[in-house]
C-alpha cells in the first residue's frame, strides 16, 4: 500500500498493547526531544520494549512512519476557525498563530513535508480547507485565495526556520561590524547595528512573537489593500 494512502485509511486503534497510534506518540516523543534523525524503528521499539519488526506489523516503512507523525502533530485546527460569520482578517490571523503553535511545538514538521508539493495528509488539508474558507467571502479568485493562504503558511515556516538557525553571540557579532564592516560599503548596515536591530532581546520568546506579529500585519495589510481594490 502507498505510504499517503495508508495514513488515509488508518482506524483509531484503542487495543491495548502495540499499536499503531503508540508507535507514532512514541516517535514523535522522540522528534520532540532529540530531532527528527534519531527516530528509528530500533529506537521506537526500544522505548515500547517491543521488537523493531513488531512494528511493521502496524507502519509498512519509515515513509508512512513520517507521515503519521507529521498528520498527528500537526492535528485538527479549532473548529472555531471554520466560523462563516467572521471577518476574513481576524479568522487568517488566527489561522497562522494556531499554525505557528503547532509548527512551534514541533519544528522538527517543517522537514517532513514536500517543499514544493501540496498538502496531502489529513489534517494538512482540513487545515488548508479552513484558511481557505475564512476567504471565500472575499472577491479574490480561487487561485488568489490559495496564494495568501501559502503565503501565510511560508511566513509561519520562517518563523520556524529563522528560530531554529544558530545564531553568533553578541560579543562576536559587535566585533564583526566594528572591526570588518566598512561604513563605506556597509552604510545600511552599520546603521541598522548602532540602532539596536542585531540587539539581543531581554525576552527571545516575546521578541519572537512580535516579529511575527509585525510580518503576519505587513502581509494582511496588502491582502486587505487587494481586497479593497475589487
Known amino acids: 500500500m502507498d505510504a499517503l494512502e495508508a495514513v488515509w485509511t488508518a482506524r483509531p486503534d484503542d487495543r491495548e498493547g502495540l499499536s499503531l497510534g503508540r508507535i507514532v506518540a512514541a516517535a514523535i516523543a522522540l522528534a520532540d526531544a532529540e530531532g527528527l534523525a534519531a527516530v528509528s ?8 520494549g517491543f521488537t523493531t ?12 512512519l513520517l507521515l503519521h507523525m507529521q498528520d498527528a502533530a500537526v492535528g485538527p485546527p479549532p473548529e472555531r476557525d471554520a466560523d462563516p460569520d467572521e471577518d476574513w482578517r481576524p479568522t ?29 495528509t489529513p489534517h494538512q488539508l482540513t487545515w488548508l480547507e479552513h484558511g481557505l474558507r475564512a ?11 490559495l496564494q495568501v493562504i501559502l503565503l501565510v503558511n511560508a ?5 520556524v526556520i529563522f528560530a531554529g538557525a544558530e545564531v553568533a553571540d553578541d560579543d562576536s557579532y559587535e566585533r564583526l561590524f566594528t572591526t570588518h564592516l566598512d561604513p563605506a560599503r556597509f ?21 519572537r512573537d512580535s516579529r511575527f506579529a509585525f510580518g503576519l500585519t505587513r502581509i494582511l495589510d496588502g ?4 481586497i479593497g481594490s475589487r
Open 155 to 159: 511566513h509561519v515556516f520562517g518563523d
Open 92 to 120: 487568517v490571523e488566527r489561522w497562522a498563530w494556531g499554525t505557528c503553535a503547532r509548527m512551534r511545538a514541533h519544528p522538527w514538521i517543517l522537514q517532513t513535508l514536500p517543499v514544493l508539493g501540496p498538502p496531502a
Open 41 to 48: 524503528m530500533a529506537r521506537i521499539a526500544k522505548a515500547l
Open 223 to 226: 491582502v486587505e489593500q487587494l
Open 187 to 207: 552604510p545600511a548596515l552599520i546603521a541598522a547595528f548602532a540602532g539596536g536591530a542585531f540587539a539581543e532581546a531581554d525576552d527571545p520568546e516575546r521578541d
Open 135 to 145: 476567504l471565500r467571502a472575499t472577491p479574490l479568485s480561487e487561485p488568489e485565495k
Open 53 to 64: 519488526m513488531s512494528l511493521y506489523r502496524h507502519v509498512g516503512s519509515k515513509e508512512e
